[in-house]
């Protein structure tokens, strides 16, 4: 059984011709429709038709995706996409499709808990660092998609009680996605912010960078404050930790030393967080949107 298995971003369209192992037959990469509708749709059919013997599609996308009636709430970046039913389009240009789709998240989340590092727990919860923070919780070895499919959407949690019209500049997602640990630093370095990557954040990491060890532990720090929110709100086994900026090994150790310090500074029993580092990172939406076809179909 090969699946037809595409990953939706805001530039790109990755797509691969999976079988139900996870193994990746063939790949490819596409830009992104930036338009209309009808031209995503195309994409995708296009994408399905260059793929012999595939018997079905999996799609991993952005934004707030109801998954039960393949409705994109919002489609993060692809604002022409809000509110439309992408399941029910694709079945008029191949009535006999059958499709899957889920939030990119979530699909990381599925990765992780069919057959990656979260495999062997009941409950965890992934954190995915890029532009902005994904997460995924898994309860009971499933994905927890909740009442309005936006379980797990901690881009959108509040780190200050501002004043409405800060609300974007006090969501999570604004205060720990990378641009702004590259924002921190380049203030502090007198730098444009656009002369600025992780790239360079880490270099100066490594390299002992007292200004940009400074960032990352502020950084850190309050990613850790919120993990530890998390624990206690829903008490997952273990948190994997996903994004580019996870294959850092100091990225998860200053993670790992706040929230030794958090769990130290109370006289009262709390649970400590568990922190790895996610098994899959390029191809965790792939492998994860095939995961949920299989949850759906393979039965």
């Known amino acids: 059984m090969n699946i ?21 037959l063939s790949r490819g990469k596409r830009p992104t429709p930036q338009n209309t509708s ?36 919002t ?4 604002h022409y996409n809000d509110g439309f039913y992408v399941e029910r389009a694709l079945k008029e240009k191949i009535p006999e499709l059958r499709v899957t789709m889920e939030n990119d ?31 995924a919780f898994i309860k ?11 379980a797990g959407e901690v881009s959108f949690i509040l780190t200050d009680k501002d004043a409405p019209q800060m609300i974007n500049e006090y969501r999570w997602g604004n205060q720990c996605g ?17 002369e600025v990557d992780g790239m360079m954040v880490f270099e100066a990491v490594n390299d002992g960078d007292p200004v940009a060890l400074k960032c990352l532990d502020l950084f850190t720090r309050r990613i850790a404050i919120q993990i530890f929110n998390i624990q206690m ?18 990225f998860i150790e200053h993670i790992r030393k706040h929230i030794d310090e958090l769990s130290a500074d109370t006289d009262l029993y709390f649970p400590k967080p568990e922190i790895v580092v996610c098994q899959f990172q390029n191809d965790a939406n ?14």
């Open 286 to 299: 792939l492998i994860g949107a095939l995961q949920c076809y299989l949850e759906r179909f393979a039965s």
């Open 233 to 250: 709100l829903l008490d997952p086994q273990r948190f994997a930790i996903g994004g580019g900026i996870s294959v850092q090994p100091a």
């Open 105 to 135: 998240a979530k699909c990381a989340g599925m990765a992780e808990a069919s057959v990656g590092a979260l495999k062997d727990v009941e409950d965890g919860f992934v954190l995915v660092f890029g532009t902005g923070i994904g997460g």
């Open 140 to 150: 009971n070895h499933t994905l927890h998609r909740g009442h309005h499919f936006s």
């Open 4 to 24: 037809s298995v595409i990953d939706v971003g805001g530039t790109f369209i990755k797509y691969a011709c999976m079988n139900e192992k996870s193994e990746i």
């Open 75 to 78: 489609c993060g970046a692809l």
């Open 178 to 194: 990378v641009p702004r640990l590259c924002a921190l630093y380049a203030e502090r370095k007198s730098l444009k912010t656009e």
């Open 38 to 73: 009808e031209d995503f749709i195309n994409a995708l059919v296009d994408i399905f038709k260059s793929m012999p013997d595939v018997e079905g599609m999996a799609l991993s996308l952005p934004g707030i995706i109801d998954s039960k009636n393949g409705h994109c709430v």
